[in-house]
């Protein structure tokens, strides 16, 4: 068996380096606010007020 051993090729091959980084992306900002929803707020106004009475 040691006579098939080449010599030379026994042994892992050459490290292969790492690829560059990538960068991340840039971020993404927050979309503006929407309007408040008069209905909603009066309809909350309304409950808490029938809950508290």
Request: proline content about 21%.
């Amino acid at each position: 068996m040691a006579a098939m051993a080449v010599p030379g090729c026994a042994g892992p091959g050459p490290d292969v380096p790492d690829g560059p980084d990538v960068p991340d992306g840039p971020d993404v900002p927050d979309g503006p606010d929407g309007p408040d929803d008069p209905a909603a707020g009066t309809a909350g106004w309304a409950d808490a007020g029938s809950l508290t009475a």
